[in-house]
């Protein structure tokens, strides 16, 4: 019978508790949680009914009962805690980005591979059923021979107004790139994994439409930063882009290009790609994931309704519900997972994962730092892998 492994979470503020319904729904406990206090961690064990709670995360990582920690904290928070869990010899599983720079990332990649630990980055929109169906659909050849254009946007509405705050404004805690970094990073992943093929090279574009924001002087939620009547604020300059339209060249010849913006009203959390191949087309949208556009030039047009049953096998897995059964947000934690602790179970760490490690997002992190540099220097950037 497979091991009931035993997982730490750091950090449930707003993905954290998503990564825990995950792992409950695989049947694991979630058997300690660490906090930025020992006040909040002892408030979210009892609503999210954990047996420890830790204030200090040091602590979640030294407790021998804990197999995997999954890093749901702030960015700033990732490397120094993925560190020093995998220093300690246990299993990661890491929220997007996997550090703050690619000097940070590059050394989780090599420490993970040196303790033989299993690695896992939460790129959890490749879990959508219909994205690995995507997939196979390029690997058979039923878009073309050759992939043409991929191109798309991921775009958000929460922080439009500039009494929207969150900390992923502060580049101390979020990072240099904020739209890029946070949403992008999504999408990048996403359409390499899907085409199979990387990005090559880069030029992009930003603009910062809110210069000034009003920051709340009390802490508030992810997703939940409206500023109140008479709450105290101060004013911050904000340096990180609100949108950003970055050109793409792939390896494989495609050519692209890529949109995010946090300030789209009315796009609540959309990511959508469409792939032009030299046969067919591929057109998916995060906020109705269970249908996959599937474009032709002689024939009518598909529209694929998620269904394991009409599916290709390899991507069949994905689905845990027949047609008619919608999945979403959540079940994509629960996919990601499953892939992990598979393999964390088979114990044989030589395989190749299927699913998102260390080293794609040490990767992103890389084509993120050449898109910074394009914006900057007003140029097209190579990637150096
Ligand atoms: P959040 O601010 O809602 O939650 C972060 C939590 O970490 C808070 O509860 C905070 O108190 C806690 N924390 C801060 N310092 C800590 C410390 N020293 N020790 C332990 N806990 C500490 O942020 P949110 O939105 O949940 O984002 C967390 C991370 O997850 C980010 O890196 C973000 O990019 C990523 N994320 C990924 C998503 C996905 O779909 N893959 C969705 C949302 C966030
Ligand atoms: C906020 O932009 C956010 O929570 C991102 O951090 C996540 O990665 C994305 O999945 C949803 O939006």
Redesign the pocket.
């Known amino acids: 019978m497979a091991k009931k492994y035993k997982i730490g979470v750091i950090g449930v503020g707003?993905i954290g508790p998503a990564h825990m319904e995950g792992i409950r729904r695989l049947g694991f406990d979630v058997a300690a949680i660490a906090e930025e206090t020992q006040e909040l961690a002892d408030k979210a064990a009892e609503h999210l009914l954990v047996p420890k709670a830790y204030g200090d995360w040091k602590d979640l990582i030294a407790d021998p009962e804990i197999d995997v920690v999954h890093i749901a904290s702030p960015n700033f928070l990732h490397f120094k805690h993925a560190k020093a869990a995998l220093e300690a010899g246990k299993h990661v599983v890491c929220e997007?980005p996997l550090a703050m720079n690619s000097a940070e990332s590059g050394e989780l990649v090599r420490l993970a591979a040196e303790k033989n630990l299993v690695n896992a980055v939460n790129f959890n929109i490749r879990f959508y059923p219909l994205v690995h169906e995507a997939k196979a659909k390029i690997e058979s050849g039923e878009i073309g021979d050759q992939l043409y254009i991929i191109q798309g946007s991921y775009l958000?509405d929460w922080l439009l107004l500039d009494t929207d705050w969150n900390w992923r404004l502060e580049p101390e805690l979020g990072g240099e790139l904020r739209a890029v970094a946070?949403?992008g990073s999504?999408w990048m992943d996403l359409v390499t994994f899907v085409s199979g093929t990387r990005i090559q090279s880069v030029f992009a574009d930003f603009k910062t439409f809110i210069p000034v924001r009003k920051k709340p002087k009390k802490k508030i939620d992810?997703f939940g930063g409206k500023l109140e009547v008479d709450m105290e604020y101060e004013e911050k300059p904000i340096h990180t882009e609100d949108y950003a339209a970055v050109l793409i060249k792939f390896e494989n010849g495609a050519r692209g290009v890529m949109t995010v913006s946090?300030v789209s009203s009315g796009r609540k959390?959309r990511l959508f790609f469409e792939i032009n191949g030299s046969k067919s087309s591929l057109i998916w949208d995060s906020e109705v994931p269970n249908q996959l556009m599937l474009g032709h030039r002689p024939v009518p047009n598909q529209l694929l309704i998620k269904d394991p049953s009409l599916m290709t096998p390899s991507a069949q897995w994905t689905a845990s519900y027949p047609g008619g059964h919608p999945e979403g947000f959540p079940d994509t934690f629960k996919q990601l997972q499953t892939a992990v602790y598979r393999y964390i179970s088979l114990g044989n760490f030589a395989a190749k994962p299927d699913f998102p490690t260390f080293l794609d997002g040490h990767r992103t992190i890389l084509v993120d730092e050449a898109i910074l540099k394009s914006a900057r220097e007003n140029r097209w950037v190579d990637i150096e892998y």
């Open positions: 707003f997007k958000q946070d949403i999504h992810t946090q959390n």
